[in-house]
């Protein structure tokens, strides 16, 4: 997957904004209503947290050693690793 542009999150954030204003502006919500709607709000908020940062902030485990071997001019080879671990 490619990593989000800015411009593709500033345009969900909008969208965003707009639903949750038409949810507001358009429902006359119970309390308990209300509450049931702000705890999925919040577990919403925090399902696509954590699948941006899987998405967008975190790197292989392998990500350094690979720039290292980059800026080294000798690309690393998918069979480098086939035997590392084992004795």
Known sequence: ??????????????VALLVGV???LLV????????????GG?????VVSKWLGKVWLQRPEDYY????????????SAHDDAGAGHA
């Open 65 to 76: 050693e690979r720039q290292r071997a980059l800026r080294a001019g000798d690309a690393p």
């Open 22 to 24: 038409g949810i507001d």
């Open 28 to 39: 006359d919500l119970p309390t308990g209503r209300a509450v049931l709607l702000g705890l």
């Open 1 to 14: 997957m490619t990593p989000m542009t800015l411009s593709r999150g500033l345009a969900i954030a909008a």
């Open 42 to 46: 919040c577990v919403g908020i925090i």
